[in-house]
């Protein structure tokens, strides 16, 4: 459920026009909606009840806009930070550093020291040299950092090959069978608390099984941690739950069904619950909004081509995502047509032969449930300025990032004398 709407035929967010946006602004723009983001938070924490003082801890890699974060904040949601740059865009939009969690097989010295420094709820580590490289910077720092090891349980996530993450082969986490021989060695470390579990299987899943059969996985460790003297007191369970991205699809498990799902196992595990949701928060919470450059009749069928592009949103082209495209004054008129935008590139398709709209150059568009994994992917190829971001809340809304002018673009770079 979202808050982009149609009020006598034209598509708004909560009470703005999505075209007083646009002319504002200019296009290609993301749109972002405040209730949408409150009614997500609401059913996510209603789906957790009534677990004790879970810790929701917000993937802030799906959106890391700071009025984004500040919203979430101001909604009592942690973070899931992967870097440096997250840690510090989470605490600057006013999370609490005690409801961070750290993921990420690559943290650096410096980004350990960072964390430190702050006091982050909790480090997820991927290695068992990790564990030691931590357990020696929190010593140096007399510190203790408070850790659980991220388990690869082998389990495969059945989404797209590109963001499944819990099989062997990935990169992720420690090898479940080698989990308690790792769980060994750090709680030698005098650097390091040993507090808990962590696993996050893949993104999109809109199959709970895999993700059922990682979380009972996890169960039993906790058990065979604990019999090994193990002082297991939280377990975090990632992200992972999918949203519907087309419409003409039966709608991915809600929150509450994967609340359900999770109670029945962690019924008995006694510990501090810790969630690192990202695409059901925001996805539906955002729209690319973009004008029809013009229309083009190609040998085998019409393109629509788009002033946003593979830079601006990059799901299309990397995983041949789907996205709902809706005309922001529909014409009434339904015609199959194939979406592009104008970077040099035949990946550069946002959808093919799609039923759409009819639309003539000059027409708004919008991609839906862009929200999630869209400005924070945008980049710069075909020398295109990033997208700007706006936010809605009800009649209000604010430019919560500018486009940057494209001469900052042509000043970044350097020119050695030598060059000239
Ligand atoms: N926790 C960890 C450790 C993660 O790596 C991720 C996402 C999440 C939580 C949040 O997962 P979510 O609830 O959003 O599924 N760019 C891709 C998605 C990459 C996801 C990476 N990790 C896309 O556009 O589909």
């Known amino acids: 459920m ?3 709407e149609y009020k006598n035929g034209v598509m708004h967010v909560e009470q703005v026009p999505m075209g007083t946006i646009a002319q504002a602004v200019g296009t290609p723009v993301y749109v972002y909606s405040t209730a949408t983001l409150e009614r997500h938070v609401r059913v996510f924490q209603e789906a957790l009840a009534p677990l004790p003082d879970p810790l929701v801890a917000f993937a802030v890699k799906a959106n890391p806009n700071a009025a984004v974060l500040a919203t979430l904040a101001r909604l009592g949601l942690g973070a899931d930070v992967v870097s440096a740059g997250e840690l510090r865009r989470a605490v600057a939009a006013g999370i609490e550093p005690g409801k961070i969690v750290f993921s990420g097989v690559g943290k650096t010295a410096d980004e350990m020291r960072l964390a430190l420094d702050l006091g982050i709820f909790q480090f997820n580590l991927e290695s068992e040299q990790e564990a030691e490289m931590l357990s ?3 010593l140096s720092m007399n510190k203790v950092a408070p850790v659980a090891y991220r388990i690869n349980p082998d389990v495969d996530a059945g989404t797209h090959e590109k963001i499944s993450t819990g099989k062997s082969e990935n990169k992720f986490g420690i090898p479940y069978e080698r989990a ?11 650097g390091l608390d040993v507090q808990g ?12 099984t895999p993700l059922a059969l990682a979380f009972e996985k996890l169960g039993v460790l906790i058990e065979d941690l604990r019999d090994e003297g193990h002082d297991i007191r939280t377990a975090d369970l990632g992200g992972g739950l999918g949203v519907p991205y087309d419409s003409s ?14 109670k029945r196992i962690v019924q008995d595990w006694n510990v501090r619950m810790v969630f690192e949701p990202g695409r059901v928060i925001v996805g539906n919470a955002g729209a690319l909004l973009t004008e029809v450059i013009r229309v083009k009749q190609g040998a085998t069928q019409p393109f629509v081509i788009v002033d946003a592009a593979m830079n601006d949103l990059l799901r299309p082209s990397l995983y041949d995502a789907w996205h709902d495209i809706r005309a922001i004054k529909p014409r009434g008129k339904q015609t199959s047509a194939t979406v592009v935008g104008p970077v040099c590139e035949s990946g550069d398709t946002f959808a093919k032969n799609r039923e759409m709209d009819v639309v003539q150059a000059g027409d708004l568009l919008a991609f839906m449930t862009a929200g999630a994994y869209g400005a924070t992917m945008a980049n710069t190829y075909n020398s295109r300025a990033l997208t700007p971001e706006v936010l809605v809340s009800g009649d209000k809304w604010a430019v919560v990032r500018q486009r940057p002018p ?5 000043e970044g770079d350097i020119i050695p004398d030598w060059v000239r």
């Open 136 to 138: 020696e910077i929190a």
């Open 406 to 410: 494209i001469e900052t673009l042509i």
């Open 180 to 190: 308690i021989a790792s769980y060994d060695r750090a709680a030698q470390l005098a």
């Open 249 to 262: 699809l039966p709608v991915p498990p809600l929150p509450a069904i994967y609340g359900e799902m999770v």
């Open 197 to 208: 579990v962590a696993i996050h299987i893949g993104s999109q899943l809109t199959d709970l």
């Open 2 to 4: 979202n808050h982009f």
